[in-house]
Nanobody
Framework: VQLQASGGGLVQAGGSLRLSCAAS????????MGWFRQAPGKEREFVAG????????YYVDSVKDRFTISGDNAKNTVYLQMNSLKPEDTAVYYC??????????????????WGKGTLVTVSS
C-alpha cells in the first residue's frame, strides 16, 4: 500500500496550492483519509480529514474557510486545496489513511498508512 503526496512548493502569502495524495495497493472505502503537517520544531498536527465513504469533512480551526479537502473515488486520490496561505502554514504535509474514527484521526491515532511528506513553504 502506498500513499504518494505531491503538490508542495514555494508560494507567497495569500497564494494557493493544491496537494494531492494518490493511494494505491488497496481500496480505501470505510477509511478516513487525512492531511497532517509538521512545522520545524513543532509536533505533527492534524489539518483536515475526510470520510471516504460518506464524504464528511473535518478541519483544524486554523485552516477552516481557507482549506478544502476532497476525494476522487475513481482516481483513489485525496486533495487538499489551500487558499489564502499564511507563513504559519509552512510545514511538511503528510497524507494518511486509517480504519479509524474521525475523533481518533484528529488526534493522529489509528492512521495505518502514511505517505512521504511534501514541503509547503509560504513566504511573507
Amino acid at each position: 500500500v502506498q500513499l504518494q503526496a505531491s503538490g508542495g512548493g514555494l508560494v507567497q502569502a495569500g497564494g494557493s496550492l493544491r496537494l494531492s495524495c494518490a493511494a494505491s495497493g488497496r481500496t480505501f472505502s470505510n477509511y478516513h483519509m487525512g492531511w497532517f503537517r509538521q512545522a520545524p520544531g513543532k509536533e505533527r498536527e492534524f489539518v483536515a480529514g475526510i470520510s471516504w465513504n460518506g464524504g464528511s469533512t473535518y478541519y483544524v480551526d486554523s485552516v477552516k474557510d481557507r482549506f478544502t479537502i476532497s476525494g476522487d473515488n475513481a482516481k483513489n486520490t485525496v486533495y487538499l486545496q489551500m487558499n489564502s496561505l499564511k507563513p504559519e502554514d509552512t510545514a511538511v504535509y503528510y497524507c494518511a489513511g486509517g480504519l479509524t474514527t474521525a475523533q481518533r484521526m484528529r488526534q493522529g491515532y489509528g492512521m495505518d498508512y502514511w505517505g512521504k511528506g511534501t514541503l509547503v513553504t509560504v513566504s511573507s
